[in-house]
């Protein structure tokens, strides 16, 4: 028995020996896993035994840990120190409220419900720290119910395979440098309701899948690069976003207090929200593909006068498009198809239009759907094979004419004060539900009548106002019952059409450099297009069957078309469309002799600034760029010149060596594309950097020299036979 306690004894021994030795080789990690760790408001971190040495204000870590630490102490800097701070799927790595002033590094947070979570909390820094495989967010930077959560930094983070990666709300004025944020579900986003919600300052070394972050504050005039992979826009105007390809984040492009953007051809895939409009107007999304985003375009706070129009706008999870607090935008000729809901306008969007979409297979809820939203009108849609049509939920007066509503479960619900006329509604499971309101108006009385239903059974053997006169009119006999309360005086025999074409163009809205020619094209949902008209500049009225389409040849930034169609059953497109603001600039800059800096002799490593003269007269200079070369060299070095005062632009060449000879020239560029070069070969552009001896002087200088030296030397002979 004895042996064997020894024994027994021993081999404890040998075991923790072994741990012990193997542990120090291994350099195995101490890990907690026993709760959440607190660094108090006093400094003290609870529990004590946690893996976290303190040195006054500085937390480093001593191992990993398994557990989510709350910050309750400003001012503090916590050092991972390369190791893991890991969750179980819940929670947050590290949560801050209303704390203000701390730095997180070198940490990697994984596992969590949020990653990092800034609540209320300001100038805090999160350095390069891996945050990953957290359930909800990476980053989450907002405000709850505090002052502000403003002025924070994240430099060098690498933030992966989150769900969100890094979300900003009601948050502003946060730096971000070298962040890579890539593999999220969605990558970057940021909302809020201010204009100061949005200023941020996110630069281009940020990325989302590898491809630049373009959060652009202030700017007008220019376009997107075509590299991409977020857009952010805000209180900037007359930028132009085509061409790109924009997915996997909270918003493909987001607009705050921004008007006059041009969003074209565009591929935004796999977004939360595909277009994000915040109190933006005057801007135009046209003929861009905004499919598999849980919402395809979102127009908020205040945004007016947008126009969304031929767009494919597809399998969205929520809704196609959504306007909320939105109004006097334009919805036209898109293609709605396969989302959640189609259309909806929410809490007092009103003097909308929604005209010429097709707007079918929506699953879930609604083909278009109004709430608290009035004074909108609904024309020529296409509606057909939703769950149900058209919902109009307290939104009078409304106006619905010429749409096709079709196959769906239920065509329109809705009540009380809209006027609903010139429909078809054809093989709804149910045509119409009132919920028991009444003064619906369903026609426009006679003889324009109302609208055609595929269930109703009534006969045509009279006509006028009452159908008391011998002879068919292509209106039944007797009214189409609703309900009790609601009925249509005057329903059409077949399908009715008294809608208007509806003809859109492919303006760009951008300067040309050439004659150029604006595309119109025209759709009608009944006997087809006659012909699409339109007047340039005011001129004469033309016809694209007889003279082409619309060509501009005038050149200057204020060219106008009036354009509208005409169907084959007389239908006039009233009020005709006109387009302002049409640009064309087929003139070259000129750019006047320049002047140099010093204008004579050029010494070694003396810089020489050029200045000229550079005027635009129509489209305006955008930029001018000089050009030098040494030596008559073939490679040019590019100096962009500054634009000072009134039309003078100004640049420096470095100062070069002796005997150099540099040769400059001007290019200059306007906002059409139009650019004239001053190709270098006129005398003024060339000059020579001079020795600072110049080789004529030195054969006269050395025989001086020689001279001076040969009378000093006989005065000293003379000297010495003096003294002699």
């Known amino acids: 028995m004895g042996r064997r306690r020894r024994g027994l004894v021993s081999g404890v021994w040998v075991l923790l020996l072994f741990v012990a030795v193997f542990g120090v080789v291994l350099n195995v990690p101490v890990v907690w896993g026993s709760g959440t760790i607190y660094i108090r408001a006093d400094g003290s971190i609870d529990p004590p035994t946690a893996p976290i040495q303190r040195n006054g204000d500085i937390y480093t870590f001593t191992g990993n840990i398994y557990d989510q630490i709350v910050v309750q102490r400003s001012n503090i800097v916590i050092n991972g120190d390369g190791y893991t701070l890991q969750g179980s799927g819940t929670g947050n790595g590290f949560y801050l409220r209303a704390i203000n002033n701390v730095t997180i590094k070198n940490t990697n947070i994984k596992g969590f419900g949020y990653g990092v979570d800034l609540a209320d909390s300001s100038d805090n820094t999160l350095l390069e720290n891996n945050i990953t495989d957290n359930t909800e967010m990476g980053v989450q930077v ?26 900003l709300f009601l948050s502003s004025n946060n730096l971000f440098r070298n962040n890579s944020i890539v593999g999220n579900r969605y990558n970057f986003g940021v909302s809020g309701y201010r204009l100061s919600d949005f200023i941020q300052d996110v630069d281009t070394s940020n990325t989302v899948d590898g491809k630049p972050v373009y959060y652009w504050i202030n700017r007008q005039g220019m376009q997107v690069p075509l590299d991409a992979g977020f857009v952010a826009l805000v209180n900037s105007t007359s930028i132009t976003v085509t061409g790109l390809d924009l997915k996997n984040n909270y918003q493909g492009i987001v ?55 031929k767009n494919t706008i597809a399998i969205a999870n929520e809704w196609g498009i959504y306007l909320n607090e939105a109004s006097y935008n334009t919805i036209s000729a898109n293609i709605i198809t396969e989302n959640g809901n189609g259309v909806g306008l929410s809490m007092y969007s ?11 297979d929506n699953y879930d809820n609604y083909g278009l759907y109004l709430y608290y939203s009035s004074n909108n009108t609904v024309y020529g849609n296409n509606v057909k094979n939703n769950n149900n049509g058209i919902m109009l939920w307290s939104s009078a007066p409304s106006y619905l004419f010429g749409n096709t509503i079709a196959n769906n479960y239920y065509g329109l619900i809705g009540w009380s004060n809209n006027k609903i006329y010139h429909n078809n509604f054809i093989n709804n499971t149910h045509q119409v539900d009132t919920l028991g309101g009444s003064g619906i108006v369903w026609d426009d009385g006679y003889p324009s009548c109302g609208n055609y239903w595929s269930n109703y059974v009534g006969q045509d053997s009279y006509s006028g106002m009452y159908q008391n006169v011998t002879g068919s009119d292509g209106i039944g006999d007797t009214p189409y019952d609703i309900d009790a309360n609601n009925r249509d005086r005057y329903p059409f025999m077949s399908p009715y059409e008294t809608v208007a074409p509806l003809t859109v163009d492919d303006h760009d809205g951008i300067w040309h450099n050439n004659d150029f020619t604006i595309t119109l094209r025209a759709t009608d949902i009944g006997s087809g297009v006659a012909e699409v008209y339109y007047k340039i500049d005011n001129g004469p009225t033309k016809t694209v069957s007889t003279d082409g389409q619309p060509l501009i040849t005038t050149e200057g930034a204020n060219n106008t078309l009036e354009y509208w169609s005409v169907d084959k ?18 003139t070259y800059p000129s750019i006047e002799t320049p002047s140099r800096t010093p204008d004579g002799d050029v010494q070694p490593d003396q810089s020489v600034k050029v200045s000229v003269n550079v005027t635009d007269a129509t489209s305006n200079v955008k930029n001018v760029t000089l050009s030098y070369t040494i030596n008559d060299g073939e490679t040019w070095t590019d100096l962009p010149m500054n634009h000072t005062t009134s039309n003078l632009y100004e640049a420096t060449i470095p100062p070069q060596q002796a005997d150099t000879t540099v040769k400059f020239k001007i290019t200059a560029y306007d906002h059409a594309g139009n650019n004239t070069t001053l190709d270098g070969t006129q005398p003024y552009c060339t000059y020579q950097v001079i020795p600072e001896f110049p080789p004529s002087l030195i054969l006269p200088l050395f025989i001086i020299t020689t001279l001076l030296a040969a009378i000093c030397f006989r005065r000293k002979q003379k000297t010495t036979l003096k003294i002699i």
């Open 569 to 586: 059953a007389g239908n006039e497109e009233l009020p005709h469309k006109i387009l302002t603001g049409i640009k064309l600039d087929k």
């Open 142 to 167: 907002w405000l709850q119910v505090g002052d502000s959560s403003d002025n924070n930094t994240l430099f060098g983070n690498t933030i992966t395979n989150n769900w969100y990666g890094v979300y």
């Open 255 to 309: 607009l705050a207090y921004t008007t006059d953007l041009q969003i074209t051809n565009n591929t935004i895939t796999n977004n939360l929200i595909g277009v994000d409009l915040y109190n933006s107007s005057y801007n135009s999304i046209s003929e861009n593909n905004i499919t598999n985003n849980d919402h395809g375009v979102l127009l908020r706070w205040y945004s007016k006068n947008n126009t969304i129009s």
């Open 350 to 360: 009103t003097n909308n239009t929604i005209s010429g979409n097709n707007i079918t």
